[in-house]
Structures are given as C-alpha cells and as structure tokens.
C-alpha cells in the first residue's frame, strides 16, 4: 500500500478476511485501499463492516465519515451532470436510469423511484435492473406496484430463477400464498441450492426461523398468568393426552383452539403442522390457520399499541423493548423491529441477548449478509455458545461463506447436543453441496430417526438422490464424450471399449448405440456393427431409420445380395424415401442387374433430370449401354492459360474444346487454341489443333488419348499427342500412368527455345493413397527424353497428415536430373530440395469448392529456401455450367540463380 500496488493488496486482503472475517482491521485497510482507487462504493461497504465489527473505533468512523462524504458527493456530482445531459436530450433513457440508481446508492428510495418510473417510460427493464427496482419498490412498500411487472418478466425470461424467487415474495407479501409457493418451487426448480428462495419457500409455508424464538418461555409469556400447578389447565390436560396417543387429532384440534385462545400462536403453529398431515383434516387446518392468523393480528397490533405507550414513559426499559421487537418481527415490520433493536444496541452495546436478536431479525427479513455479521461478532464474543455456533453454522452454509469454518462450527454443536435437528440438516445440506453424498447420507439417517415426515428431512432426501443422479449422469455423460474424443482421433478400439463402458449403464440413452456403429466402422468391423442394429430391430423391428441404417451397413461391407433384399422392403415401406431408391439401384448395380438398376436410375431421372449424380451412374453400368439418342450428352470448354517466369519467358493460350457423348462411357472431342510463346527478344504466335477419345470403364477407371499438332510461324508444324490411364476414388485414392509427346518449349518452358524446335517425351507415373487414420502418401515419377539425345529423371515423395478431412500437412523429397548439361533449357545435374507442404480445403459443398495451399522448403546445393502458393476454386453457377480457375506463384533457384513464375488458368464447363 505504500508503494501505491493497491490491486496487489487488494488481492492479499481478499484472502486475509475469508481466513479472518470477524477481524475488522482487513475490512479497514480494504477500504482504504479502494478509497485510493477512487472505488468509494466498495470502500463504504468496506468501512461499514469495519465500524460494525469494531464500532468504537474512532479511526474507523472517521474513515467511513470521510469516504461517505465523498461518494456522496461524487453521486451528487453525477446526477447534476445527468440531468444537464437530460436538458440537452431528454430522450436519452439511460440517463434517467443512472440517476435513479444514483438516488439508490444515497438511499433515497422515493426519489430513485421516480427516476427508474422515468426510465420505464421510454425504455425496458433488463432482468438486472428489474432485480434493482423491485428492491426500491420493497423499500417504499409499493408492492402491488411490482406484483405485476415480476409476474410478466417470468413469463419473458422463464429460466431466470432470480425473477423467480423476487416474484413469490411480492406474491406473499400480497397474501396470494399458492403463488408464492409455485414461484418459489419454480426457483428452487431452477436453481435448487438458491438460498434467496429456499428462505421464502419456507416463510410462506409458515416456516420462518423468527417464529419459534423464545415465545414459548414465561419470560415471553406476554403477561399471561402462569400456571401455579394447582389443579390441569386445558393446555397441559391435552399436552397429556397426546403424549400418550399422539394420532388423536381431536383432541389436537381442542388443544390448537386453546393455544390460539391464550395468545400462544408459535406452539399452534407447530401443532398445526403435525394436523396438516393428516389428508382428510385438510379442510379443517384451513379453518384453523385463519383463526391463527385473524387472532395473531388482533394481539399483536393490540399489544404493540400498549408496549408503545410504556415504553414513552420508560424508552430504555430492554424488556419492554424486546418484547415490542419480537411482536414487529411478528408482523414482518422488520425495519421497524431492527429500529428498537438499535437503540437498546447502542445503550447496552455489550449486551449479547440484544445482538442475537437483531441477528434473528435480520435472518427473518431475508437480510443475510446482517445476520452474518452480527454472528460473526457474537462469536468473537463468545466463541463456544452452541447457539451462535450454530447460527453461524447455517448462515455461512446458506451464503456458501467460509464453509469449512461453518463445518467445524456445525461439528461443535453436535458435540454437545447429538440430536439437534437444526445443526443436522444443515451439515447435510452443506455436506450434499459440497458432493460429499457418503457423510451426507449418514447424517440424514440420523435425521430420520428424529422425524422422518418431517418436510425438511424430505427436501434434503430428494435433494441427496437428485445429486446422486446428477453425478451418475455426469460420469456416464463424462465416459460418452471421452469415447467420442477417441472416435474423432482415430483410435477406435478406445472409443469401442468406453460406449459399451456407457452403454452398460441401465440409464444410458440408448440412440448411443448409433455412436457405437461408428465407432466400430472406424475399425472397419461391419460384423460387429451391424450386429448392434440387430440388436436394436430385435426390440423394435419396424424402426425405419435403424432398418435403413443396417441396409447401408450390409452394402458397404459388400453384402451386396443381403443389401438388396432390405433395400426392396425399405422402398416397399417408403417408396419416397430418394436415398432409398437411389441405393437400391446401385445394390442393383453390384450385382449386375443392370436391367433393374436403369429401371431406378430412370425414376429418379424423371424426378430431376439434370441430376450429374444420375448420369454417372448410368453411365458406370457395366453391360448394355445406356444411351437416348446421338449425342447422349455435349459439353463445350472454353479455356484460357497464362504462365512468366523471370527469365523472360511467356506461354499463353486461349481457345474452345468441344466433347459429344458417343455414349455414357465413351466421348468423343475436339479443341482450337491460339496462343504465345515469347521470351524477351522474340514471341512467337502459335495454333494448337487437337482431336481426343475418351473412354470410362467403370466408375473409377478410364483412359483418354488425343492427336494434333502446334502450327508455328512459317507454318511449321509439330506432332502432338497425350494419353491418359486413371484409376480414382476421390479422398482415397489415385493413380495414374501418363504419356505427353510435344514441342520441347511447350514442356519444359525455356525462353532460348522460342526459336529451336526440338521433340520431347514425357512419360509420368502418379499415385496417391490416404488411409483410414488420415495418413497420405503420394509420389511420382517422370522419364524425359528430348531429341537432342538428352534425357532427364524426375522425383517427387509426399508423405503427411489429413485433419478433419480438410487440411493436410506434410513432407515432401524433390529430386531432378538432366543427363546432359545444355544452355538451351535447365539441365541440373543431382538436383534436390526438402520441404513441408499444406493443404487446406476451404469449402466443399454442392455449388463451390475451394482449396489453398503451398510448400516452403530449402535446396542445399544452392543454400536458397524455395516458396511456392496456389490457390483454385470450383462454382457451379447452374446445373449444366462451372466455371473452374487456379493460380500460382512459385519462388525457386535454377543454375544458382533465383527463379520466380506465376501461372494463372481458367475454364468454364458449359453442358448441354
């Protein structure tokens, strides 16, 4: 603090009062603390607990004095400048709410009232403020006033349970007692440990701790005349009779009248409890409980009329002020009652009777946080009193405030009296808070001994069996997401063995086993897989969705026959069902039915002829050809290609491919481009004509060849010819042997051979593999040969990772090799680079796709770090048109020197 770290000490002190809390001098350096900080409403509350705790302190009072007078001002200070905000926009809503809040903090409640009034006015209440309003609303006891707007913001805000617990006090103090009750339930439903609404649940139900605290003693006999023991009074005459047969509830009824005869009201209270458990006197305990309530009003304000006077004769007489306390907290006017109180506190300060008092008042008027403090100075007081135990006990419990300290406290009292129904429930209660459910269970047996029918006992047992259900369900929730963790990483066998874990609970939901399916296909065990879905139809053979489920199980395990059969029935049962339909044919398809399969594929043509999926799967059947006419499809591609490098050189074309569908399996097709090749002294304008065939033999193989020639200036022409076999499962794998023969300039883009016509060959060996762990392993091979009997290898290695699906990182071994070197083209002898590549698919979905990537890497032999970005997309614009583009920029080093290119394409797919 005097090096000015406030924050730090602040922090320091936090710890130092929840050890000490009864030690005002934390509470003083705190506030001084906050009081630098210029947090005055923090260093008030500070200093207040301080003066409460220690309050002849004089330092203290003159430090509360002090920050007071400042945050007075300060508040003062703000409402002015409010209000000149208010003149310049008085719509500006929220200025209006700061002033009322302002007016709260001076405790001006009529004031802060008519601000948030204000404020209402032209704006809503969130939940916080509503919260904040209805406790000025309590102050000036406009009740009915606040009624009504809890009552719509819980039907607003549902599950705030907050709303909830403020809306069944207003309804209580209302006297709507059902209301009350169902709002509380609902809190407590919500939120089931919330002391705010436990405490009102209790007082509207006649359970409120302030009721049974002495008035049953002659010292608080309200001047009745006490039984002398000559003769039997009524009273003691059924007390007797019931001793010995508690289950006469007639005789409980003469004794309830004459209690509430003698103005004993808290010993009728307790004896109408135990009437109102019996069902059939239902009717009769409504009928007592409002003579009660008609009789206890009548004495109370009756004597309360009469202490008043006394007490203007005799102001400091603590009996007659104790008595006129209790009868105010009766009538809940606990503002009133804490008023008396306060003024015997100051004349007899060291009187711990008056300050146990206050403290019970405080507790019955919801007032926590007092009660805790006056307890907690009590108990520095008088440490081993079991009551102040006992209520210290409870509050801290209720408050959850220093709990361990609450324990030994609660343990203390047990100590001395075992059977203390009080100090027993709340160690129960503290005990299911804190998860302890073995201590917690004991104590309630305890309990039960006691008065099982009793409605605590009950709350607390229904408390104990839902948190034993919430810790079961959070463990088996706990073992389903640690399986799922394993499913989503691969490691199958970990994820099988904890959803047979979770699925072995009898409580367990049983839609898990679904999970479990896939945790089984992880591995690649359809047996065991669909043995579950068995299982499943055993106990409920017409389920659609499992019957479906098995069926495609059956055909990706290549049960192809036993897929059909359930296929036909599911289309039996849901002929509307298009996946159903869809692959019935291709069960249909894999076991060479090829009659059948077109029959399905040709429904469900007609539902969307534009279907590609459709087409291809008519064209992948494997005997008759399906074909409706020449041609049986056309695509028209027009095309543009761009490529520098800076060397000089540049090769562009441009141009139109025409493809016409002999049949679904074999295309026919046709291209003209025009186009460039240049370097810095010279551009040679080219043509490229070319013819191809292209030929599917199933759904995943299929070759194509073409023929032409490059005309270049003078009409000099080269050969030109490509073929391609391709075997392809996308995501799985690829695998591809290539052949290209061409002009060398138009292969191995060499500015110096613009003007120099050699032949090359280029013979490539491509594949790629990736596994079920997401594991890709791609590679390939080029032999080059040019006609000026020079020849060079090519390889390329990757291996790597596939995340989600979606992004792959990885290794990858580049090595080149020209046999002989030239100044013609690029012709490295040995030449290798090391690099991490990344892959990434952006977007995958039925219009567009997206795809980014690169590697960065590093060439020994030139010491230099090659960069290389691409990027290409995919948009489908309309059923029978895509628009495809790529572009790259490549950074690398050739014969020492550095070397940058960028390549730009991009085609459009237009089908018809």
């Not at 909830?164 to 007692?177: D, I, N």
């Not at 939120?191 to 003693?217: M, Q, S």
């Not at 009133?336 to 004349?347: A, D, G, P, Y």
Request: glycine share 6%.
């Amino acid at each position: 603090m005097k090096t000015g770290k406030f924050g730090e000490a602040i922090n320091l002190l936090n710890r130092y009062i929840s050890a000490n809390p009864q030690d005002a001098t934390g509470y003083n350096l705190r506030g001084l603390c906050y009081e630098n900080r210029k947090d005055y409403e923090k260093s008030v509350y500070d200093f207040r607990s301080a003066v409460k705790l220690a309050p002849n302190d004089k330092s203290y009072n003159e430090n509360l004095q002090r920050v007071v007078k400042s945050w007075e001002t300060l508040l003062y200070n703000k409402i002015v400048g409010f209000k000149r905000e208010l003149k310049i926009n008085p719509d500006k809503s929220v200025n209006y709410l700061e002033i009322g809040k302002c007016y709260k903090n001076l405790g001006n409640w009529s004031e802060a009232e008519n601000w948030y009034d204000e404020f209402i006015k032209r704006d809503i209440l969130s939940s916080d403020e509503l919260i904040r309003y209805t406790e000025i609303l309590a102050k000036n006891n406009h009740i009915s006033k606040g009624e009504p707007l809890l009552k719509s913001f819980t039907e607003k805000y549902p599950d705030d349970h907050r709303l909830w617990s403020r809306y069944g006090y207003f309804a209580m103090w209302l006297g709507k007692k059902e209301i009350s009750i169902k709002a509380f339930e609902k809190a407590l439903e919500l939120r089931p440990y919330f002391k705010e609404a436990l405490d009102g649940y209790d007082l509207v139900r006649g359970k409120g701790y302030i009721y049974t605290v002495n008035d049953t003693t002659t010292r608080f006999n309200y001047g009745l005349p006490v039984s002398t023991g000559k003769g039997e009074y009524p009273i003691d005459k059924y007390y007797r009779i019931l001793a010995k047969k508690s289950e006469n509830n007639e005789t409980r009824i003469l004794l309830i009248n004459e209690l509430i005869k003698n103005n004993r009201f808290a010993e009728a209270e307790e004896q109408l409890k135990i009437l109102s458990r019996s069902e059939s006197y239902q009717s009769k305990v409504d009928e007592l409980e409002e003579i009660l309530e008609f009789n206890k009003s009548q004495y109370y304000s009756k004597r309360i009329v009469e202490l008043q006077k006394e007490i203007s004769i005799k102001p400091l007489d603590k009996k007659l002020n104790l008595e006129l306390a209790q009868l105010l907290a009766e009538k809940k006017e606990y503002d009133s009652s804490q008023t008396v109180l306060t003024k015997l506190i100051n004349e007899y300060p060291s009187n711990e009777e008056l300050l146990y008092k206050y403290a019970i008042v405080s507790l019955a008027s919801g007032d926590l946080n007092t009660a805790y403090e006056k307890t907690g100075m009590l108990i520095n007081k008088n440490p081993d009193n079991k009551n102040y135990q006992l209520l210290f006990g409870q509050l801290s419990v209720w408050l959850n405030k220093d709990v361990d300290t609450a324990k030994i406290f609660l343990n203390k009292v047990l100590s001395k009296d075992p059977a203390n129904y009080s100090a027993l429930s709340t160690l129960t209660l503290l005990l299911i808070q804190n998860n302890e459910l073995v201590d917690a269970e004991k104590y309630l047996g305890e309990l039960s001994l006691i008065n099982s029918s009793d409605p605590e006992y009950l709350k607390l047992t229904n408390m104990l069996e839902t948190q034993k259900k919430n810790n079961q369900e959070a463990e088996l929730f706990r073992i389903a997401e640690s399986a799922r963790e394993y499913l989503l990483k691969k490691e199958c066998d970990e994820a099988i063995r904890l959803f047979k874990l979770y699925l072995s609970n009898e409580n367990a939901d049983r839609n898990v086993n679904h999970e479990l399916v896939n945790a089984y296909l992880c591995k690649g065990d359809f047996i065991n897989a669909i043995s579950i879905y068995d299982r499943l139809l055993t106990d409920n053979p017409n389920d659609y969705f499992t019957l479906k489920q098995r069926a495609k199980l059956l055909f990706w395990s290549k049960d192809y026959s036993g897929a059909l059969n359930e296929f036909v029935k599911l289309n039996k049962i849901n002929p509307e069902d298009i996946e159903v339909k869809l692959l019935l044919g291709d069960s249909y398809t894999a076991v060479k039915n090829y009659d059948e399969a077109k029959v399905i594929y040709e429904e469900l043509l007609v539902l969307s002829p534009s279907s590609e999926l459709l087409k291809q799967r008519l064209s992948w059947i494997e005997g008759p050809s399906y074909q409706s006419g020449f041609p049986a499809y056309t695509m028209l591609t027009p095309d543009f290609s761009y490529f520098t490098d800076n060397f000089g050189f540049l090769y562009s074309t441009y141009g139109l491919r025409l493809d016409l569908g002999i049949t679904n399996y074999l295309t026919i097709g046709a291209s003209a481009y025009r186009g460039s090749l240049g370097s810095d002294s010279l551009t040679n304008n080219i043509s490229i004509y070319k013819g191809s065939l292209i030929s599917r033999f199933s759904r995943t193989v299929y070759a194509s060849a073409s023929f032409g020639s490059t005309i270049f200036p003078d009409d000099e022409n080269q050969f030109l010819a490509d073929a391609t076999l391709k075997a392809e499962q996308p995501k799985v794998y690829s695998f591809s042997a290539n052949f290209y023969s061409m002009d060398a300039a138009q292969l191995l883009y060499s500015p110096n051979l613009i003007d120099t016509r050699l032949r090359s060959n280029y013979f490539l060996l491509m594949g790629d593999y990736i596994i079920k762990t997401g594991w890709k392993f791609a590679g390939s091979y080029a032999f080059i040969t040019i006609s000026d009997d020079n020849k060079a290898n090519r390889l390329q290695l990757r291996f790597g990772k596939i995340f989600d699906k979606v992004v792959g990182v990885g290794y990858e071994y580049y090595y080149f090799d020209v046999k002989n070197e030239t100044s013609l083209y690029w012709s490295p002898e040995n030449f290798e680079s090391h690099s991490i590549w990344v892959d990434w698919e952006i977007v995958n979905d039925q219009t567009a796709t997206a795809n980014i990537g690169g590697r960065v890497g590093y060439i020994p032999s030139d010491e230099f770090i090659l960069r290389e970005f691409y990027g290409m997309t995919s948009v489908k614009l309309a059923d029978s048109f895509t628009i495809q583009g790529r572009l790259t920029f490549s950074t690398n080093a050739q014969s020492g020197k550095g070397y940058t290119s960028t390549s730009f394409g991009l085609s459009a797919f237009w089908s018809f």
